[in-house]
């Protein structure tokens, strides 16, 4: 059975730092992973995927990376800003999908 | 990337009703949808697998008369939550894709949906 574990639960910096959240799964045999943002009482914000066979994706201040052989992906934050508070969501995809817990992040200005 | 509607964003229904929630693509045929259900302070948990056309697959602990799952076209799943009580309060999320193993599966907005 698939296991996703984020670490670490929570998190909160000053504005501007850069940070890593990290996420680990037991089940090697994944077709993708995607990571999302979700804001109090909200649904899912897809940030990022990345497919299996790939290593990392970037969007504007957003990098996330993948080593499916030791089960782990890192989502990098450059420059955070308090409008990045939220939950972050790891997702792996293997015809269903299993969701760590999250790490929630609070940016203070 | 492609879209994927669900109604209600959120809904009140007296404990005892039954509450349906539509999960739709908007621009794709879905062949596999999933629904989720998220706990306060929790993360997502899946309740159920649905194949067009077919019966839906249900997770274990997962009360498949009282989440009653159709997925009738390519276009439309529903899940209906019957006879609800206030501890089937949560955030219900489908997802939908095109069902080859290596394809992008895209998630709803989701439902809140309260019993009171």
């Known amino acids: 059975k698939q296991e996703v574990t984020q670490i670490p639960a929570a998190l909160s910096v000053p504005e501007g730092e850069n940070l890593v959240l990290n996420c680990s799964f037991t089940d090697s045999a994944i077709y993708n992973l995607q990571w999302f943002r979700q804001d109090p009482g909200k649904g899912l914000t897809s940030l990022l995927l990345i497919q299996s066979s790939q290593r990392e994706q970037t969007s504007g201040r957003l990098n996330a990376s993948l080593d499916k052989s030791s089960g782990r992906s890192t989502l990098y934050i450059a420059a955070s800003q308090p409008g990045d508070s939220a939950t972050y969501l790891c997702?792996?995809?293997?015809?269903?999908?299993?969701f760590g817990d999250g790490t929630t992040l609070t940016v203070k200005p | 990337g492609a879209v994927v509607s669900q109604h209600p964003s959120w809904v009140i229904c007296k404990s005892g009703t039954s509450v349906k929630i539509e999960c739709r693509s908007l621009?794709?045929?879905?062949?596999?949808m999933f629904w989720y259900r998220q706990f306060p302070k929790q993360s997502l948990m899946l309740m159920a697998t649905s194949n067009e056309g077919s019966k839906a697959t249900y997770e274990q602990g997962v009360e498949k008369d009282k989440f009653l799952i159709n997925h009738a076209s390519l276009t439309l799943s529903t899940l209906t939550v019957t006879s609800a009580h206030p501890e089937d309060s949560s955030f219900y999320i489908c997802?939908?894709?095109?069902?080859?193993?290596?394809?992008?599966?895209?998630f709803g907005q989701g439902t809140r949906l309260t019993v009171v």
């Open positions: 997702a792996v995809h293997a015809g269903k999908s299993t």
């Open positions: 997802s939908a894709s095109r069902g080859s193993k290596n394809t992008e599966a895209f």
């Open positions: 621009d794709f045929q879905a062949t596999t």
